[in-house]
Antibody, heavy 118, light 108 residues
């Protein structure tokens, strides 16, 4: 059974870059779609975007100018970078796996809280 | 983008009762690609329903989904203690994918 685990700094300074990694265990990263979703404190879920194992990406237009996703096949990981962060980027960040190209997010990590503060 | 509006915001019920949660879309959801998730704080969200009415793997049959176009419903026939959580709908038929704001199901 595939499991996902987010990791990265819990505190990032304003204007800096948020970097998170999702480690996939119990299955291969190959031939799947991998997503990032976030949840600001007290608010709902926001879809950030996804990356296919080949490296092709689709981002939410609201974040597109600041987001980069990548895949590391050798370590069975994928990553998120969000530049020029502000307090509005404070959120629990989740990684997830889709079931296919036209599929919802089937398997999720538990999430990691990232706080943007000086 | 498609805006999803969930109602009610909070639903107070007792174990054994029936819960009905609503999700309304600002425009028609392509191919009825609408999912429902169960989420407890500190845990991974869990997929319950996809394609509006298909239960995900290992989801008990007390959960059912219905609807099409712009109006969708999640029904929990007999509430168990573990069902009290926040429920989100998501449309994945159009990009960007969007979520509703959530319905909190709490114990009365």
């Amino acid at each position: 059974q595939v499991q996902l685990q987010e990791s990265g700094p819990g505190l990032v300074k304003p204007s800096e870059t948020l970097s998170l990694t999702c480690t996939v265990s119990g299955g291969s990263i190959n031939n799947f779609y991998w997503s990032w979703i976030r949840q600001p404190p007290g608010k709902g879920l926001e879809w950030i975007g996804y990356i296919y194992s080949s490296g092709s990406t689709t981002y939410n237009p609201s974040l597109k100018s600041r987001v980069t996703m990548s895949v590391d096949m050798s370590n069975n990981q994928f990553s998120l970078k969000l530049t020029s962060v502000t307090a509005a980027d404070t959120a629990v960040y989740f990684c997830s796996r889709r079931g296919g190209s036209s599929s919802p997010e089937v398997t999720w990590g538990q999430g990691t809280l990232v706080t943007v503060s000086s | 983008e498609i805006v999803l509006t969930q109602s009610p915001g909070t639903l107070s019920l007792s174990p054994g009762e029936r819960a009905t949660l609503s999700c309304r879309a600002s425009q028609s959801v392509s191919s009825n690609n609408l999912a429902w998730y169960h989420h407890k704080r500190g845990q991974a969200p869990r997929l319950l329903i996809y394609a509006a009415s298909i239960r995900a793997t290992d989801i008990p049959d007390r959960f059912s989904g219905s609807g099409s176009g712009t109006d969708f419903t999640l029904t929990i026939s007999r509430l168990e203690p573990e069902d009290f959580a926040v429920y989100y709908c998501q449309q994945y038929g159009s990009s960007p994918r969007t979520f509703g704001q959530g319905t909190k199901l709490e114990i009365k």
